[in-house]
Every structure is written in C-alpha cells, then in structure tokens.
C-alpha cells in the first residue's frame, strides 16, 4: 500500500449526495459562491489563493435507477474548472448514470513538478504520481457498484502528463480498482476530433501542460502542424489563468486575456481552430466573447474552441 506521512491527507472534508441531475446542476451555482468566499477570505488575509487553498470534496449524483454505467471525474485542479465539467456531465448524461466528481485539491501544482523535473528535480513527480493514485482510490470508494467498470476522466490537462505512471502506480497497489478503470483521455479525444476537421490548431494551456508536451507530442506523431505563444505571452497567458480564473478576479483575467490576444494577432492569425488545453481556458474565453475589444472577439468568434472536457464527455455517449 502507499505510505507516506509527507503527503497531505486527500480525505474529502465534505461531502454531498444527490438523487438527481437537476438538483445537482442547481447546487453548483452555491458551490461556486462558496470558493468564491474562502478566495475572498485569502486574499484578506494577503495569503495567495492556490487550488491547494481549497477544501478536498466528493460530490455525488446517485440516480434511483441508472442506466449506464458509473462515470468518475477527478477535479480540483482548480475546483472551479471541477465543478464546471460536473454540471456538463450532468447535463450531458441526465439521471442516466452515477456521476462522481472528486475534488482533489490538495494534489500539489503540476506546473511547479514539471519545471522542476525538466530541471533535472524529479523527487516531487513521485509524489504527486503518489498523491493522484491516492485521489482515484480515494474517489472510487463513493461508486455504488461494485461490478461494472468506471468510466474515468482526469479533467486537468497538466495531469496527464504523470497518467501512465499512475496507471502503473494503481496497478500495483490497488489492482481491483485499476482492473475497473476506463480512462478516457482528454488528449485522445482532442487529437481524433482534430484529425478530422483541422490543421493548424493554436494550443492555449499552461506551462505544466506545454513542458510537459502533453498536446505538442501527440500532434507532432500524427502529422497536425500547431502554434503556441511565445514565452513572453505564455507568461501573461499563465497570470490570466493562475491571478484570474482561478482566483475569481474576472476582471484581471479578461484584462490579461485581451493583452494577450492583442499581441498575439500581431504574431500570429494564420491557425483554424483553439485546443483550449486547460480547463479554466474555454471560461476564460467565453468571457473575452463578451467583454473584450471587437478585434480579439471577432478572432475568437470565427474560431472552434476545442474543449477537451466536451470531447471525453461525448465520448463516453458514443461508448454506452
């Protein structure tokens, strides 16, 4: 079994069970209010707000009389993107199918283990491999039953990055979960929606996911040119997500947002499609369509924003 006492603890401090689809879609909207509380309260204190500043929770959709089987979601990474592929999920499948959304909050920042590893500090990756195994082992103790297998999707892009280690890690140590599990990937589904219709698409993500080449690799192997910013808007790109989307300060993130497009039309115009390749991008987005300058609205506007989110999701329809 995995021991260690220098990992924080991924116990969900609480807990929510619901019966049906509506009443959980309806109780997003007050969990959404109460991240946005404890951000509010962090930043009172001139403490940072982090995914790490939220709490570990299980929120459960448990119908009477599913009819397909159960379909996990391991968030947290940060709990605002979480809930937002809970709601989608909900909507997408009714009170069709058990939904489990774990927010894995405690698991430590992917972006920080990534550069350190491609500086050659690899001692956090095991960790974190250690700490998002625990997560799923953790997560599949709410599945009701205990025969069919579990449809499974790790809805932070950087994540995927450690997903064959942890499969392994599982693997050894819990094999009766790793036996159930079915995971659906973010990045395989981007790529096979891709093959089919594009061919330069921008890739929006974070540092962990554009080190970690988690989309870049798989794009290069079958053949799909791409862009990415360049360094100095990839930073900017980094504080609209980690100073904005997930610290609730719209106004920053949309701020940011616009500069960045501003610049990078000035760079580059010439790509038929977006992967947003984090799960803050496609709010962050949707909030530019909206508030932003009519030169990056019309950009975004002509373009298909591909979220990887969506696409697993519709995946798992195709499957049942």
Same mark, same amino acid.
């Given at each position: 079994?995995?021991?260690?006492?220098?990992?924080?603890?991924?116990?969900?401090?609480?807990?929510?069970?619901? *019966?049906?689809?509506?009443?959980?879609?309806?109780?997003?909207?007050?969990?959404?209010?109460?991240?946005?509380?404890?951000?509010?309260?962090?930043?009172?204190?001139?403490?940072?707000?982090e995914?790490?500043?939220?709490?570990?929770?299980? +929120?459960? @959709?448990?119908? =009477?009389?599913?009819?397909?089987?159960?379909? @996990?979601?391991?968030?947290?990474?940060?709990?605002?993107?979480g809930?937002?592929?809970?709601k989608?999920?909900?909507?997408?499948?009714?009170?069709?199918?058990?939904?489990?959304?774990?927010?894995?909050c405690?698991?430590?920042?992917?972006?920080?283990?990534?550069?350190?590893?491609?500086?050659?500090?690899?001692?956090?990756?095991?960790?974190?491999?250690?700490? &998002?195994?625990?997560?799923?082992?953790?997560?599949?103790?709410?599945?009701?039953?205990?025969?069919?297998p579990?449809?499974?999707?790790?809805?932070?892009?950087?994540?995927?990055?450690?997903?064959?280690?942890?499969?392994?890690?599982?693997?050894?140590?819990?094999?009766?979960?790793?036996?159930?599990?079915?995971?659906?990937s973010?990045? *395989?589904?981007?790529?096979?929606? &891709?093959?089919?219709?594009?061919?330069?698409?921008?890739?929006?993500?974070?540092t962990?996911?554009?080190?970690?080449?988690?989309?870049s690799?798989?794009?290069?192997?079958?053949?799909?040119?791409?862009?990415?910013?360049?360094?100095? @808007?990839?930073? +900017?790109?980094?504080?609209?997500?980690?100073?904005?989307?997930?610290?609730?300060?719209r106004?920053?993130?949309?701020?940011?947002?616009?500069?960045?497009?501003?610049?990078?039309l000035?760079?580059?115009?010439?790509?038929?499609?977006?992967i947003?390749?984090?799960?803050?991008?496609?709010?962050?987005?949707?909030?530019?369509?909206?508030?932003?300058? =009519?030169?990056? =609205?019309?950009?975004?506007?002509?373009?298909?924003?591909?979220?990887?989110?969506? &696409?697993?999701?519709?995946?798992?329809?195709?499957?049942?």
């Amino acid at each position: 079994m995995l021991l260690n006492n220098t990992i924080p603890s991924l116990k969900p401090q609480t807990e929510h069970f619901f *019966d049906n689809a509506q009443q959980a879609i309806a109780a997003t909207i007050e969990w959404k209010q109460q991240l946005y509380a404890i951000a509010q309260n962090k930043k009172l204190l001139s403490q940072p707000v982090e995914d790490q500043s939220y709490p570990n929770e299980a +929120i459960v @959709l448990r119908p =009477k009389k599913p009819q397909a089987p159960p379909l @996990l979601l391991l968030g947290g990474m940060g709990p605002l993107a979480g809930l937002g592929g809970f709601k989608l999920a909900c909507e997408t499948f009714q009170n069709n199918r058990e939904i489990i959304l774990f927010q894995a909050c405690a698991v430590p920042n992917r972006t920080t283990v990534i550069q350190q590893k491609t500086q050659g500090v690899v001692d956090g990756e095991a960790d974190l491999v250690m700490m &998002l195994a625990i997560a799923i082992q953790e997560a599949m103790q709410y599945i009701s039953n205990s025969v069919e297998p579990v449809e499974t999707i790790v809805l932070c892009n950087g994540a995927h990055y450690f997903l064959p280690k942890v499969m392994q890690q599982l693997g050894l140590d819990y094999p009766q979960i790793f036996s159930r599990l079915l995971l659906i990937s973010l990045i *395989d589904t981007t790529i096979e929606y &891709l093959q089919q219709r594009f061919s330069k698409p921008l890739i929006l993500c974070t540092t962990a996911t554009r080190l970690g080449r988690v989309y870049s690799q798989r794009l290069e192997e079958v053949g799909i040119a791409y862009s990415e910013p360049n360094t100095d @808007l990839q930073w +900017i790109l980094m504080q609209s997500i980690y100073q904005g989307v997930k610290t609730f300060e719209r106004d920053f993130a949309c701020k940011l947002g616009e500069m960045f497009f501003d610049e990078l039309l000035k760079l580059e115009a010439s790509v038929d499609c977006i992967i947003a390749g984090c799960t803050e991008i496609p709010l962050l987005l949707e909030w530019l369509k909206t508030s932003s300058e =009519k030169q990056v =609205k019309e950009f975004l506007l002509k373009l298909e924003i591909i979220d990887p989110v969506k &696409l697993a999701l519709d995946s798992t329809v195709k499957s049942l």
